[in-house]
């Protein structure tokens, strides 16, 4: 079984940036990724990422705002999150077992528990 685990969560205030990082034996796979859920709404996919060749994935909503990466050789995604927005408070999950670079959160088999992200003033 693929572990993984999520650190990085907090409280930001408006405007604010704060860096998600997730470590995991199962970075073997084409691509890994963030999704996000905050309370009483749908799931929400927030970026993915699959080999240095291809452009990063990103939701409409994190455009231009958030920023992943990977290193391979840590094992290590990261998510830089910039300008962050009361919106954008949610429990991120970092998800990886993806074949393919997609938006799909069908497609990414193994799920990590998730930190917290809460922006407020």
Not at 51 to 76: C, E, H, Q, W
Not at 87 to 115: E, K, N
């Amino acid at each position: 079984e693929v572990q993984l685990q999520a650190s990085g969560g907090g409280l930001a205030q408006p405007g604010g940036s704060l860096r998600l990082s997730c470590v995991s034996d199962g970075f073997n796979y084409h691509a890994i990724g963030w999704f996000r859920q905050a309370p009483g709404k749908e799931r929400e996919f927030v970026a993915a990422v699959r080999s240095s060749a291809d452009g990063p994935l990103y939701g409409d909503s994190v455009k231009a705002r958030f920023t992943i990466s990977r290193d391979n050789a840590k094992k290590m995604l990261y998510l830089q999150m910039n300008s962050l927005e009361p919106a954008d408070t949610a429990v991120y999950y970092c998800v990886t077992g993806g074949s393919r670079l997609t938006s799909a959160s069908t497609a990414y088999r193994y799920w990590g528990q998730g930190t917290q992200v809460t922006v407020s003033s």
